[in-house]
């Protein structure tokens, strides 16, 4: 069975729609964004080159950066290439490894976004641009992925996801941080010393997605210590006995070795003597990834099932709810901005005796004239004397109103 197939056959299984898990190489494919070696390397302005760096930091990459950005503090001041951002930004300077992020965050807004539809890979990213996926989570702080599904909400960091209530559909998780907030970056090893501690907590958060989702990975290599340490949380909060409910859940999709063919296989991910189920895929060419997901499209976007969940949500919570109702077509909800979201819950009777009051606003004169003809209606007298009634007549006096008084 071929990769687009099997996949297929994967995502239809499931109840709920696909998540994307997005990493670095996921940037480096279609926007040519460097690598953190290539990143860093940038900013290494004062004489010391990227190797010093990092044989000062042991191999390090967050304790590259840190050293770095010490360094790059005190360029960064009096560098005359500097001079305008200074201006600009000195009021935000928090630590010595503000000037550092700021400076990243300025570079990745000058990335030109456009020419990932000139690349190579044109077909991937405009049926990527159409996929109906229920969500994104990534560690990318670049801006791509957010002009891919411009209609979907953004949390920016750990603590903006961890503090709010995700409807986990029609949203983007940016648990490293994003380049429009510069100190939201997982930058240094202090950075990822503090994510590390809350990991558990954002495992618990995101548990349900992994449980009831297929999650597709990219971008990563399957031994990424970020990925490994989210998974090593998550199948701590499952279970080692419940991590067999993961099966067919993750998908990592990688890159071939040199003479490998395509394939899909099942495997597993060994982490501290626990087996995670996988799927892995292996292929250069991720159309058939991405046309798998189309196929198992949603008839309704995920934007607007993510309205409806946040609009319950809110009515339930709110004393107060807001009494707007809108009544519009399906497919004038794309184009709706201000829609609200409306759920009837009642009880329901043993026996059925017909519409409840609620429900006998709605009947017509019509409805009376059948009734008097075939009596087939059933209708409880007192409901129709009590709310009919009195509306018919105001427009008719022919309206069969004796029948009611009488039984």
């Known amino acids: 069975m071929d990769i687009e197939n099997k996949l297929v056959d994967i995502f239809r299984s499931r109840s709920a729609g696909p998540f994307l898990f997005l990493g670095s190489g996921f940037s480096r494919r279609y926007l040519g964004l460097e690598d953190w070696k290539g990143l860093l390397s940038k900013f290494c302005v004062v004489g010391k080159p990227f190797e010093y760096y990092l044989s000062s930091a042991n191999g390090s990459y967050p304790k590259v950066a840190a050293l770095l950005a010490r360094d790059f503090n005190e360029y960064w001041?009096?560098?005359?290439?500097?001079?305008?951002?200074?201006?600009?930004?000195?009021?935000?300077?928090?630590?010595?490894?503000?000037?550092?992020?700021?400076?990243?965050?300025?570079?990745?807004?000058?990335?030109?976004?456009?020419?990932?539809?000139?690349?190579?890979?044109?077909?991937?990213?405009?049926?990527?641009?159409?996929?109906?996926?229920d969500g994104v989570i990534t560690t990318n702080w670049d801006m791509f992925i957010e002009q891919l599904f411009p209609e979907y909400r953004t949390y920016i960091g750990q603590e903006e996801l961890l503090f709010s209530n995700p409807q986990e559909i029609g949203e983007i998780y940016k648990i490293h941080g994003c380049s429009t907030s510069s100190n939201s970056l997982i930058l240094t090893d202090d950075d990822y010393n503090s994510f590390n501690h809350k990991n558990t907590y954002l495992a618990a958060k995101l548990i349900t997605l992994f449980v009831e989702h297929p999650v597709v990975f990219i971008g990563y290599s399957i031994s990424d210590e970020n990925i490994s340490s989210l998974l090593k949380a998550i199948s701590g909060c499952i279970g080692r006995d419940n991590i067999e409910q993961l099966r067919k859940n993750l998908i990592f999709i990688q890159r071939l070795s040199e003479g490998e063919e395509p394939n899909i296989s099942d495997t597993y991910l060994t982490i501290d003597g626990i087996q995670i189920p996988l799927v892995l895929v292996k292929t250069n060419d991720f159309l058939p990834v991405y046309k798998a997901i189309h196929s198992t499209k949603r008839k309704i976007p995920a934007r607007v099932l993510r309205y409806c969940k946040e609009q319950l949500y809110e009515l339930v919570q709110s004393s107060e709810p807001e009494k707007k109702i809108c009544v519009v077509d399906i497919d004038e909800i794309e184009t709706k901005d201000d829609v609200e979201f409306l759920v009837g819950v009642g009880v329901a009777q043993q026996e059925f005796i017909g519409p409840s009051s609620i429900g006998y606003e709605s009947i017509s004169t019509n409805d009376l004239l059948e009734d008097l003809l075939h009596e087939n209606k059933d209708y409880d007298c007192e409901q129709i004397l009590k709310h009919v009634a009195p509306k018919s007549c105001k427009l008719t006096p022919n309206v069969p109103v004796f029948m009611y008084l009488c039984i």
């Open 77 to 133: 001041w009096s560098a005359p290439e500097y001079s305008q951002s200074v201006e600009r930004f000195k009021s935000k300077i928090k630590d010595e490894t503000s000037a550092l992020r700021i400076e990243i965050c300025n570079y990745l807004a000058t990335l030109d976004q456009s020419k990932a539809k000139e690349s190579d890979y044109a077909s991937e990213v405009e049926l990527l641009a159409n996929l109906n996926v």
